[in-house]
């Protein structure tokens, strides 16, 4: 049998040429050029009716509905990722950053599916970054060497995907892990490991075996620089879900979420605490996010935060400091550096809290990145604070988003966001005014504050406590 031949395909243009070169003849594109197997015609282009039986359509209504059987992986969290479970024939990338724990994830992972209904079948590990020997000092630390995981877990040494393939195929496991997809090599082509016709490639056949096969395959796929998934955008394109694990390398505290999933939500995260034991599940992570300080400071402010279904509380906090220079800093870390800078400006126009002279450094504890609106209120309230030094009374919450005018929106899911700040022990909670005929159920221990306006928010988070100590209340900053 022939040996496929491969071209370099342009990306832009679609030209294909015999050897590779900087720049697209054809089009002027510079870097365009991807090394590409020629696919027979019986393969790429077969006639219909020829061999295969052609597509019918079918009436939406009368389509009979999907049975997505699905097997737990025996970690909690990143069940709730997938969407309850992992799909059989499904493609997974997980992504993430060199020492983040991708690999220990998934081998915890792979223990845990041998100990289910599916582990008979047996989990499929190709590693080819890794020895069989650096895998057992793993699963060694991991205490994953007895039982059923010892037995069931097969280690193959390997980084050629069609070697993985077969080998596949002949097991016929019920979870085949790939790590790493920039390690994995296709014979026919030419290009070195990692180089975006290998990855493609071999994503392209690992699928076929997924799809073929009834077979899971999870692939694993490092970050670059800027934070994406290394390797072409097709990849990610390609597979039925992008999962992404995320956290401090020097933090103990690790996030788990899924940019694309067509078996499930997007919403949800996973919350784990890494230690010597591997990943370990955080048992209550609506607090797993909350600073431990001896008193109140000023700059700090606690906000509900809404994560899929699951409220997570997170501390906001602000350092606003006179610039030392002409042109004041802007550093905002697990915050959209833009919406701090909105409402820098709502601030000083509506509130009278003017920064425009002052450092601001504002943060999300425990290295949590939150992007949603609702944050708006807590931040506003922490530069608020930390300007005025003085801090806001503790075991409060708020929530809420701002307007350009100053005035506060609501959120989804104020009351389940309350609920569970009332049962961490807080007493009062700073939220907007509910829009005419709306309200809010009452929730035991909780005082819950009403405010229309950023200016009102901030006067019953920090003027009404000074008032209470019998304080004179200092005029506004501006």
Known sequence: MARPQSRFICQRCAESFLRWEGQCRACGEWNSLVETIVREPSRAGRPVGHGKAAAQPARLAHISEADLPRFSLGIGELDRVLGGGLVPGSLVLLGGEPGIGKSTLLLQAAAGLTRGPAGERGVLYASGEESPGQIRLRATRLGLLGGMSGERIQVLAEHDVGRIAEVARAAQPALVVVDSIQTATV???????????????SALRLMDLAKGDGIAVIL????TKDGSIAGPKTLEHLVDAVVSLEGERHAAIRLLRATKNRFGSTDEIGVFEMDDAGMMEVADPARAFLAVHPGSAPGSVVAPTMEGSRPILVE?????????YGTPTRKASGLDPNRVSLLIAVLGRRAGIALGSHDVYANLAGGLSVMEPGLDLPVALALASSLRDRPIAPGTVAIGEV???????????LERRLREAARLGFRRALVPRPSAGATIARIEGLDVTHAETLAEAIKA?????????GEAVPAMLG
């Open 220 to 223: 694993v796929g490092h970050v």
């Open 316 to 324: 906001v906090q602000a350092l606003v400091s006179p610039t030392g």
């Open 187 to 201: 014979e026919e082509l030419d290009g070195a490991a990692g180089s975006v016709g290998q990855v493609r490639e």
């Open 403 to 413: 307007g350009l005018l100053g005035e506060l929106r609501g959120v989804v899911g």
């Open 461 to 469: 988070a920090l003027d009404d406590r000074a008032e209470a100590r």
